[in-house]
């Protein structure tokens, strides 16, 4: 039985669907090893057997498992993404979560009991975009970008016609999701058609004295001192020169944290909050996971959720935390 808030959490292995589930989660989300879904890391995802197995483990456990499909293929190279869709369905997946319009339309032509819904990939942002893919692709659900604030989400959710989603933890993208295209020019890989966002081959740390220079291919994206917070080295959370002066033009590596705002989401109207880090491992899905579910239950029992948010803050990207635009402090 769904609770306070359904609580939709990552699995990028097998070991992590179970963590997952077994911490508290109400559902979890992942995807197929290749180039179909924006985790496309080694070591990390699932093949036909793994998704079927995990999904038989989940529904015994009356749990719910979404695919992510959401990334979008080449001009003339939609094959694996279809063959990706016809997998999930054959393995009893719940849901898939599609950006592209053509894998929509394949879904929905081929697969029309399989529910669907719109990844935040698609970068739908209003009612007349939603309302397209609801009316054209019958989407139940969709997993809105980072962009809204508070305010914002008690105005757009009740008039979507369809469930909303949120990211409530983890990594945070670039606003404008689904349009990721610095990895592709300086690594050749770009998350959005393959899923890879600054692949692990193309990042290098090299020491210089005291501080550590972290690159990507021949850039230098960052420079760490010896007792700074260290982030993985992605373009859009590098630290440049602008006009003479190093800042973080794109986005600074913090991450972000709502467990201070989950009773006005809910009030929002909000279906889901989705955790991020299908490319973490066990130990943190686990603590993210226990952690949420401990707080969404205590709101579901009207108690106060802040004596179980403690775990979090060690596991902030960059060692800080954000609402980022929930909250919208720069206005």
Same mark, same amino acid.
């Given at each position: 039985?769904?609770?306070?808030?359904?609580?939709?959490?990552?699995?990028?292995?097998?070991?992590?669907?179970?963590?997952?589930?077994?911490?508290?989660?109400?559902?979890?989300?992942?995807?197929?090893?290749? &180039?179909?879904? &924006?985790?496309?890391?080694?070591?990390?995802?699932?093949?036909?057997?793994?998704?079927?197995?995990?999904?038989?483990?989940?529904?015994?456990?009356?749990?719910?498992?979404?695919?992510?499909?959401?990334?979008?293929?080449?001009? *003339?190279?939609?094959?694996?993404?279809?063959?990706?869709?016809?997998?999930?369905?054959?393995?009893?997946?719940?849901?898939?979560?599609?950006?592209?319009?053509?894998?929509?339309?394949?879904?929905?032509?081929?697969?029309?009991?399989?529910?669907?819904?719109?990844?935040?990939?698609?970068?739908?942002?209003?009612?007349?975009?939603?309302?397209?893919?609801?009316?054209?692709?019958?989407?139940?659900?969709?997993?809105?970008?980072?962009?809204?604030?508070?305010?914002?989400?008690?105005?757009?959710?009740?008039?979507?016609?369809?469930?909303?989603?949120?990211?409530?933890?983890?990594?945070? *993208?670039?606003?404008?999701?689904?349009?990721?295209?610095?990895?592709?020019?300086?690594?050749?890989?770009?998350?959005?058609?393959?899923?890879?966002?600054?692949?692990?081959?193309?990042?290098?740390?090299?020491?210089?004295?005291?501080?550590?220079? &972290?690159?990507?291919?021949?850039?230098?994206?960052?420079?760490?001192?010896?007792?700074?917070?260290?982030?993985?080295?992605?373009?859009?959370?590098?630290?440049?020169?602008?006009?003479?002066?190093?800042?973080?033009?794109?986005?600074?590596?913090?991450?972000?944290?709502?467990?201070?705002?989950?009773?006005?989401?809910? &009030?929002?109207?909000?279906?889901?909050?989705?955790?991020?880090?299908?490319?973490?491992?066990?130990?943190?899905?686990?603590?993210?996971?226990?952690?949420?579910?401990?707080?969404?239950?205590?709101?579901?029992?009207?108690?106060?959720?802040?004596?179980?948010?403690?775990?979090?803050?060690?596991?902030?990207? *960059?060692?800080?935390?954000?609402?980022?635009?929930?909250?919208?402090?720069?206005?």
């Amino acid at each position: 039985m769904i609770r306070y808030l359904e609580l939709v959490c990552p699995a990028g292995t097998p070991a992590a669907l179970r963590t997952a589930i077994e911490a508290g989660a109400d559902t979890v989300y992942c995807g197929l090893r290749d &180039a179909t879904n &924006a985790r496309n890391y080694p070591g990390l995802n699932f093949d036909a057997a793994e998704l079927a197995a995990g999904i038989r483990f989940a529904h015994d456990h009356r749990r719910q498992v979404l695919v992510a499909i959401n990334t979008f293929p080449p001009a *003339g190279g939609s094959a694996l993404w279809h063959q990706a869709v016809d997998t999930a369905a054959d393995c009893g997946a719940d849901a898939v979560i599609l950006a592209d319009l053509g894998v929509l339309d394949y879904a929905a032509t081929r697969h029309p009991g399989l529910r669907r819904h719109l990844s935040v990939q698609a970068a739908a942002a209003n009612p007349a975009a939603i309302g397209f893919y609801r009316d054209r692709f019958g989407i139940r659900r969709v997993v809105l970008p980072r962009i809204f604030a508070l305010a914002e989400l008690a105005q757009l959710v009740p008039q979507l016609g369809v469930e909303s989603e949120v990211f409530a933890f983890g990594s945070l *993208g670039t606003m404008v999701e689904g349009r990721c295209y610095l990895s592709s020019f300086m690594a050749g890989r770009s998350p959005s058609m393959d899923g890879v966002c600054a692949p692990a081959e193309c990042v290098r740390y090299d020491p210089e004295g005291p501080d550590l220079l &972290a690159r990507l291919g021949t850039a230098l994206l960052n420079r760490f001192g010896p007792d700074a917070p260290r982030s993985y080295p992605t373009p859009c959370k590098a630290r440049l020169l602008t006009r003479g002066a190093e800042a973080y033009p794109f986005e600074e590596p913090v991450g972000l944290n709502a467990a201070a705002i989950l009773p006005e989401l809910k &009030a929002a109207g909000v279906t889901a909050l989705k955790i991020e880090g299908r490319q973490r491992g066990r130990a943190y899905v686990g603590t993210v996971v226990a952690a949420f579910r401990a707080m969404l239950d205590a709101l579901d029992r009207g108690e106060d959720p802040d004596a179980h948010a403690g775990a979090l803050a060690a596991l902030a990207e *960059g060692g800080q935390e954000t609402l980022s635009a929930y909250r919208k402090g720069w206005r």
